[in-house]
């Protein structure tokens, strides 16, 4: 019960902040800075998915990504912007739920787009791997499955 308060929660401030610069914020007044992708963690491994594959998926509740997310619950670990950094999640989400009144969404991305002890290191990012598909189990493929080399059919 605990997980799933806190996963959607999660998926709620994510989403929010799809819609809450545009609606609160003159376009001309909006920030650079925006989310672009949602890294996940499932079994060790941390993998990206863009935002709007991610936001597609929720609300279609289609594809084989929303099957994957739907039966395992991965964690959302960091959140990737337009400047190209990550932002630890927690950090943000804590952000986003103790903001003062007189804040936005956006300013709290973009406060803490310039801070950086919230940033996640650039090692860590190294590791972060894309979604090459899915196995039968539904669980994501992350590497690209090698071809095996056919040497002579003689």
Do not use: C, W
């Amino acid at each position: 019960m605990k997980k799933s308060l806190l996963l959607s929660t999660g998926t709620a401030v994510i989403l929010g902040s799809l819609t809450a610069p545009s609606l609160v914020q003159p376009v001309e007044a909006a920030s650079d800075v925006t989310i672009e992708t949602v890294v996940f963690e499932h079994n060790g491994t941390q993998f990206t998915v863009s935002l709007r594959d991610y936001a597609l998926a929720l609300a279609t509740k289609d594809g084989d990504f929303y099957d994957f997310y739907s039966e395992f619950t991965p964690d959302i670990k960091a959140i990737g912007i337009s400047t190209g950094d990550y932002l630890n999640f927690r950090d943000y989400a804590m952000g986003v739920t103790f903001k003062s009144s007189s804040e936005t969404v956006q300013d709290v991305l973009d406060e803490l787009a310039d801070s950086s002890d919230v940033i996640v290191e650039e090692s860590t990012v190294s590791t972060y791997q894309s979604i090459n598909g899915y196995d039968s189990n539904m669980e994501p493929i992350f590497e690209e499955a090698e071809t095996p080399e056919v040497i002579s059919i003689d």
